[in-house]
C-alpha cells in the first residue's frame, strides 16, 4: 500500500503508516490540482489538512485509491459526493480537536471576565491602567451552554472546576444525559435571563444563524458575557455590536467570524471585544491527534477493519450494499427533511414496509440517523457514529417491519416524538426513484431534494397564490407543487419544490397569512 501525505500533516502520521508496513510518500510543498491529477494514480490514500483541494478530477483519476483521510474535522476542502460516486472512502478525525477547542472557550472565557487582552495592550503602550480594567470572577457565576456535543460537554466539565452553575439547552439531548454531566437542561428563554457567560456550541444551519441577535440580547441580563468558539454567523455580529456598544453585553470573545478570513469589522473597534482568528483548533497537540487518528484509521481500513469515522458511507459486506444501496439516498433524505420540521426530538421510530422488511435495515437505519442528526448537530455525523450519538443524546430508537403494504411495493415510514409528533414517509418507485409520499398523515408525491416549503394549512381558497407571490417577489422560481388533504375546507399540507434559498424574512411573511397553520424551509 502507497499513501500521499500532504499539507504539513504531522510526522506521527508517517510513522503509524510506515510502522504498518505502509509507504508514506510526503509532499509538503503546495501541489496543483494539475499535478495530482498526475500522479494519483499511483496511491492507494491520500491524507491532507485543509490546504489542499481534493476535487472529482483528482478523484476520478485516482484508479487505485481507496481512501481519503482528512486530518482534522471539516472537509469542506473534499468533493465527498465524488469520493462516493467513485466508491472512494472518506475518513476524518472528529474528535482529535476537542480539548483544544474547549480550552480555547475557557481561554476566551477568562480573557473576556479579566479584561487580559486590553490590559495587556496598554501596558506595552506605557499606560498603568489598573482601576480601569476591574474584572469578574467565574466562581458562582451562571454559564449558558448553548449545545451539549462534545466540545460543550468538555467545557462544561471544566467549567463546574471553577465552581460556575452551568445550566445547558440541546434540545436533542435527554434530561437523563444532561443531569450526568452536571447541567440543569433549559429552555433557550433561561439561558438568556439567568446565564452571566453564555458560550456557543452549535453548529451553523437555518435554525442556528442568528441564533443570538437584537430580541435575544433583549433577553439578557445587563452585564452579560458572550463566547463563540463554534460557528461564525450564529451570533448576529452587527447587533452584538450594538449590544456592547449599549452596555447590554459587558464583554464579548469570537474565535470565529460570518466570513472568514476577516481583517475588519465594526467589533473590531471596541475595547471590551476579544477576537482571535479561528484558533479553536490550533494546538500542537490537536495537531497530532488528527494526523494520528487519520493515519490509525487508513491502517484499520487497509488491514480489512471497518472504519471507525467514514464520512460517506457505511462499511457493510458488498452483497448486502448491492441489495440496500437503492434505499440510503431515501434514507437520508427522510431523516434530514424531518429533522427541519420540528426543533425538538426525543425518539425515533422506523417501519419498514413491504419489499424493504425483506432485507438488512441496519444502514438503513444508520444513513437515515445520519441525515437526521448530520442537520442538528455540531458534531460531524458519519454511518459509524450516527447511532452513538443518538445514544448519547437519550434518543429512543424504535426499528421494526412490516411485510406488506397497500398502495406501494416498499415504505420507509419515520415518526419523531418530542414536543410535538412528526411523520414522513417515502418510497422508491421503480427501483430507485426516491419520492416523498406522506407527512403527517396526509398523501403527496413530491422528489425529496433541492429546497422545499413545507406549510400545513386549511383548505381555503387563495392561500396558494398568496404564497406563490411572495416567493416570486424574491425571483425565486416554483418547480413543483403539490397538495395532501384529507376534506375540502379542513387541514391541508402544501409542499413547494423551489429553486434556490427563500429569505427567512420571506417564510416569516409566509406564516402570517391567514389560514397558513406553520411553515418550514427544507434543504436537501
Not at 439561558?191 to 457567560?197: C, D, L, Q
Not at 417501519?351 to 435495515?361: H, T
Not at 441525515?371 to 455525523?381: A, P
Amino acid at each position: 500500500m502507497k499513501v500521499l501525505v500532504l499539507d504539513g500533516v504531522a510526522p506521527k502520521a508517517i510513522e503509524i503508516l510506515s510502522n504498518a508496513g505502509i509507504e508514506a510518500v510526503v509532499n509538503n510543498n503546495k501541489i496543483s490540482e494539475e499535478e495530482l491529477v498526475e500522479i494519483i494514480g499511483e496511491y492507494d490514500g491520500v491524507i491532507v489538512r485543509s490546504a489542499t483541494k481534493i476535487t472529482e478530477k483528482i478523484i476520478e483519476a485516482g484508479k487505485n485509491l481507496k481512501v481519503i483521510g482528512r486530518a482534522g474535522v471539516g472537509v469542506d476542502n473534499i468533493d465527498v459526493q465524488a469520493a462516493t460516486n467513485f466508491g472512494k472512502l472518506v475518513v476524518n478525525a472528529p474528535d482529535g480537536n476537542t480539548i483544544a477547542a474547549a480550552e480555547q472557550t475557557i481561554t476566551l472565557m477568562l480573557a473576556v471576565a479579566r479584561n487580559v487582552a486590553q490590559a495587556n495592550e496598554n501596558l506595552k503602550k506605557g499606560k498603568w491602567m489598573r482601576k480601569e480594567y476591574l474584572g469578574v470572577e467565574l466562581r458562582s457565576k451562571v454559564l449558558g451552554i448553548i449545545g451539549l456535543g462534545r466540545i460543550g460537554t468538555a467545557v462544561a466539565k471544566r467549567a463546574q472546576g471553577f465552581e460556575m452553575e452551568t445550566i445547558g439547552y440541546d434540545p436533542f439531548i435527554s434530561q437523563e444525559k444532561a443531569e450526568a454531566i452536571g447541567v440543569k437542561l433549559v429552555d433557550l428563554n433561561e439561558i438568556y435571563n439567568k446565564a452571566e457567560f453564555i458560550t456557543v456550541h452549535m453548529p451553523l444551519t437555518k435554525e442556528t444563524k442568528n441564533l443570538i441577535n437584537k430580541d435575544t440580547f433583549n433577553l439578557m441580563q445587563d452585564g452579560v458575557r458572550i463566547i463563540n468558539v463554534a460557528r461564525g454567523g450564529i451570533i448576529n455580529e452587527l447587533d452584538l455590536y450594538e449590544a456592547v456598544k449599549n452596555g447590554k453585553v459587558a464583554g464579548a470573545a469570537l474565535d470565529v467570524f460570518e466570513t472568514e478570513p476577516t481583517t475588519e469589522s465594526p467589533l473590531f473597534e471596541l475595547d471590551n471585544v476579544i477576537v482571535t482568528p479561528h484558533l479553536g483548533a490550533s494546538t500542537e497537540e490537536a495537531q497530532v491527534n488528527v494526523a494520528l487518528d487519520v493515519a490509525e484509521e487508513m491502517v484499520s481500513i487497509f488491514s480489512g477493519e471497518m472504519a471507525k469515522n467514514a464520512v460517506n458511507m457505511p462499511s457493510i459486506p458488498s452483497d448486502v450494499m448491492v441489495a440496500v444501496k437503492p434505499y440510503l439516498s431515501l434514507a437520508e433524505k427522510l431523516g434530514k427533511f424531518i429533522s427541519q420540521l420540528t426543533t425538538d426530538i426525543h425518539s425515533v421510530e422506523i417501519i419498514y414496509s413491504g419489499d424493504v422488511a425483506q432485507l438488512n435495515v441496519a444502514p438503513i437505519t444508520t444513513t437515515l440517523l445520519k441525515g437526521l442528526l448530520s442537520t442538528i448537530l455540531e458534531e460531524s455525523v458519519n454511518f459509524v457514529n450516527a447511532p452513538i450519538l443518538a445514544k448519547n443524546r437519550g434518543m429512543k430508537i424504535v426499528e421494526s417491519k412490516v411485510a406488506s403494504v397497500e398502495d406501494y411495493a416498499n415504505l420507509i415510514t419515520v415518526k419523531v416524538k418530542g414536543k410535538c409528533e412528526k411523520e414522513v414517509a417515502g418510497t422508491l418507485f421503480s427501483g430507485n426513484d426516491p419520492r416523498l409520499v406522506l407527512i403527517d398523515g396526509y398523501r403527496i408525491d413530491a422528489i425529496p431534494a433541492g429546497y422545499m416549503i413545507v406549510a400545513p394549512h386549511f383548505d381555503k381558497p387563495k392561500i396558494i397564490g398568496k404564497v406563490g407571490t411572495l416567493i416570486g417577489e424574491y425571483d425565486i422560481n416554483i418547480h413543483t407543487m403539490q397538495v395532501g388533504r384529507k376534506v375540502i375546507g379542513g387541514k391541508a399540507v402544501m409542499v413547494l419544490g423551489v429553486d434556490g434559498t427563500v429569505p427567512e424574512k420571506t417564510i416569516k411573511e409566509i406564516a402570517e397569512i391567514d389560514g397558513i397553520i406553520d411553515v418550514q424551509f427544507v434543504s436537501l
